[in-house]
């Protein structure tokens, strides 16, 4: 059904109907002043050019009000993270008391697991993903030392069976069954960050339950990318980053979820700070904690306006476009992606990301044998911005909000030639 020619993608492109939403967002150029091919949506997503504004609306409010722009201007402060839940609770499938804007990605790991990782006894373990993103794996393995115990012992690392290169979920339910008495958390990225792997989040929170642990999810792949459904699953808790796929600046405000059947569970301890505190009394500062129902509660620090303000404007892109309409296209821009890398018929290429469309986002990560990094630096010599993972991997995401199924032809067309 594909074609491996140009004309075929520039007709790909134009029957695109989120094809207009490529000139909302400012593409990286060479010193000639041409576009970059820009593949690293993953990574750090490109700036909506409605950004801009944004932020400048609220450096206007700073200069005008000062402190008074907690409580003036366009969009008062005191509640800023307030204007972004409705936005992320849809990305992520959860309901409004459920997600909050907060913190940043490592630091909400570690508050949520401060609540989540209880170990009792024997329960006293954590599974993650082997190949899982190393800032989770410090956090983890920190919680386990926290307690006093050897994260040796009570860490869990999955990995594919020899000679595989996706962690197949039937090993992930059998391994939740082999530790069912000792297990406490299972905690992965919910799109590994490597691999590209989907995990099926619903069968392993499922099992996670039946055997009494916790499941809990890293989104930073996955938010904006897939759309996961984590209050259905009965996910019990989930965090992310907002400067990979959705775009909204080095750095910005991350989030978090806890699913509701939490929200009055005032008994689970918690690392509190005044911002989750009763809002209705939260400048009345009584020396006494009474945390906000729902992940607001949650909260320390009065969050950074700033990269809200980034992450708002952003956010109203994806309300514009719909999580549906923007994997309908991620699954036919990444498709072809796959399709031209197996047309190259270069046997030195490998995919490690899954086949299967419902256990992958939009990112391909290409094995390259006897690859350096020199194959990367040709890459961005001829234009391409890319990612390189040692030992041998390239990760591409073409991103549907505004990659085009054009430059993903462009790309491989590159990629073919530093491969001769
Ligand atoms: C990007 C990423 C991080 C980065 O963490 P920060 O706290 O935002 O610096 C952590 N974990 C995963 C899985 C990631 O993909």
Known sequence: MYENNLDFAKKLDSQDKLAKHRGEFYFPTNDAGESLLYFTGNSLGLMPKRTQDAVQVELDA????????????????????????????????????EVVAMGTLTSNLNSLLVSFYRPNGKRNKI??????????????????ALHGLNPDNCLIKLYPKAGANKIETSDILQAIEDNKDTLAVVMLGAVNYYSGQYFDLK?????????????????????????PELHDWDVDFAMW???????????????????????????????AGWWGHD???????????????????????????????????????????????????????TGYLEFLLNDLKNSAIEIIT???????????????????????NELTKKGVI?????????????????????????FVVILGSCLK
């Open 62 to 97: 700073w200069k005008k009000y000062g402190v008074e722009a907690h409580f003036m201007g366009r969009n008062p402060w005191k509640d800023y993270h307030e204007y972004v839940t409705d936005s992320l609770a849809k990305l992520v499938g959860a309901k409004a008391d």
């Open 127 to 144: 599974m993650i993903e082997g190949s899982a993103f190393p800032s989770d794996i410090y956090s983890v393995s920190s919680h386990i």
């Open 203 to 227: 069968s392993i929170t499922e099992k996670a339950h039946e055997v009494g642990a916790y499941a809990g999810f890293d989104l930073a792949h996955t938010i904006g990318n897939v759309k």
């Open 241 to 271: 980053c907002t400067y990979k796929y959705l775009n909204s600046g080095p750095g910005a405000t991350a989030g978090i979820f806890v699913h509701n059947k939490f929200a009055e569970r005032f008994d689970i301890p918690r690392l």
């Open 279 to 333: 809002k209705t009394e939260r400048f009345k500062m009584d020396s006494e904690f009474k945390p906000m129902r729902g992940a607001e509660g949650w909260q320390n620090s009065n969050p950074a306006i700033l990269p809200l303000a980034c992450l708002k404007a952003s956010l109203s892109i994806f309300d514009e476009v719909g999580m549906d309409n923007l994997r309908e296209k991620s699954l036919s821009l």
């Open 354 to 376: 899954p086949k299967e469309a419902n256990e992958r986002g939009c990112q391909i990560s290409i094995r390259v044998k006897n690859a350096n990094k020199e194959l990367f």
């Open 386 to 410: 890319s990612d390189w993972r040692e030992p041998d991997v390239v990760r591409v995401a073409p991103v549907p909000l505004y990659n085009s199924f054009e430059d993903v032809y462009r």
